[in-house]
């Protein structure tokens, strides 16, 4: 799962390699990557069937079910 400060480690570690300046990691670069991170660990929980996915008008929703609510939705697809 997401892990803030190492991902604003990371990015202060690559502006140090590179010499950018200022090292610090802008709210911008942490927020995309914290973006990038959460659509993995979704895309990770759907596809180990632990979260269903479902569509709705405005893009998707997550939902958290037992083992047995699972199977019926497998079923159901």
Known sequence: M???FN?????????VEANI?????SHNEIMER??????????NLVREKK???????NGLSFEVVD???MEK?????
């Open 2 to 4: 997401i892990d803030v």
């Open 51 to 57: 979260v269903l996915f479902h569509k709705t008008i």
């Open 67 to 69: 083992d047995e609510e």
């Open 7 to 15: 991902i604003i480690k990371e990015i202060n570690d690559k502006k």
């Open 34 to 43: 914290i973006k990038k991170q959460a659509k993995e660990d979704i895309n």
């Open 21 to 25: 300046l200022p090292r610090s990691a």
């Open 73 to 77: 939705a497998k079923t159901s697809i």
